[in-house]
């Protein structure tokens, strides 16, 4: 086994332990004045931008995986929408938990890597992470609430007690306040973390 990909497997490693703690700690929310800041998809992130596109997917079924558990063993009222073991009520999860869990999740690193992959030889550095950054948090964020809304909607609705007809019009509220500072977050703290890998581990930057 070669050094790069000793160093590859590493990363890896450390960047799926951070996951790890961050889903079933509260260090995977930032309270930013009213809001819940998640901070779950960063490491996800991360791996796509300094080990590809393959290895930040991988990443993502771990977020998957970890978050369905975590809905599993700590319900809320809208667990059942990332469980499929989890009954709120009348309201059961099913296969489309699995759905709404695992793929928004799988192609916010898959989404990360590939942008970074095409756009690095294009820009420079700080520019492509940003953009790659951007991009698989608010893929993760339209993926996940568009999913709650085709398949679980009404019972959605129900749970949080508002009209179902409101609900189009909540689901954009939730992308224009959390999903867009979740977006920034990412972008500042994967410059840093990637910057940073690749001046001390000396990683590379392009594919």
């Given at each position: 086994?070669?050094?790069?990909?000793?160093?590859?497997?590493?990363?890896?490693?450390?960047?799926?332990?951070?996951?790890?703690?961050?889903?079933?700690?509260?260090?995977?929310?930032?309270?930013?004045?009213?809001?819940?800041?998640t901070t779950m998809h960063i490491p996800v992130i991360i791996a796509g931008i300094l080990l590809g596109?393959?290895?930040?997917?991988a990443l993502g079924f771990v977020f998957g995986l970890t978050s369905m558990i975590r809905a599993t063993?700590?319900?809320?009222?809208?667990?059942?929408?990332?469980?499929?073991?989890?009954?709120?009520?009348?309201?059961?999860?099913?296969?489309?938990?699995?759905?709404?869990?695992?793929?928004?999740?799988?192609?916010?690193?898959?989404?990360?890597?590939?942008?970074?992959?095409?756009?690095?030889?294009?820009?420079?550095?700080?520019?492509?992470?940003?953009?790659?950054?951007?991009?698989?948090?608010?893929?993760?964020?339209?993926?996940?609430?568009?999913?709650?809304?085709?398949?679980?909607?009404?019972?959605?609705?129900?749970?949080?007690?508002?009209?179902?007809?409101t609900l189009i019009a909540t689901l954009l509220m939730v992308v224009a306040s959390n999903g867009i500072?979740?977006?920034?977050?990412?972008?500042?703290?994967?410059?840093?973390?990637?910057?940073?890998?690749?001046?001390?581990?000396?990683?590379?930057?392009?594919?």
């Amino acid at each position: 086994m070669n050094k790069t990909k000793t160093k590859n497997m590493t990363i890896f490693a450390m960047l799926l332990a951070i996951e790890i703690i961050l889903v079933m700690t509260p260090l995977g929310y930032l309270p930013i004045g009213v809001l819940s800041i998640t901070t779950m998809h960063i490491p996800v992130i991360i791996a796509g931008i300094l080990l590809g596109k393959k290895e930040g997917a991988a990443l993502g079924f771990v977020f998957g995986l970890t978050s369905m558990i975590r809905a599993t063993l700590e319900p809320s009222i809208t667990s059942f929408c990332f469980s499929p073991f989890i009954t709120i009520g009348e309201i059961s999860g099913n296969y489309a938990s699995l759905l709404i869990a695992f793929v928004p999740r799988i192609l916010l690193g898959f989404v990360s890597g590939l942008i970074y992959e095409k756009m690095i030889h294009r820009f420079n550095n700080k520019t492509v992470i940003t953009i790659s950054a951007l991009a698989g948090t608010l893929t993760n964020t339209i993926l996940v609430l568009s999913g709650i809304y085709i398949f679980f909607g009404q019972a959605y609705a129900s749970v949080l007690g508002i009209a179902y007809e409101t609900l189009i019009a909540t689901l954009l509220m939730v992308v224009a306040s959390n999903g867009i500072i979740e977006a920034i977050v990412a972008s500042i703290v994967s410059v840093l973390v990637c910057q940073g890998a690749y001046y001390v581990l000396r990683i590379r930057t392009g594919y």
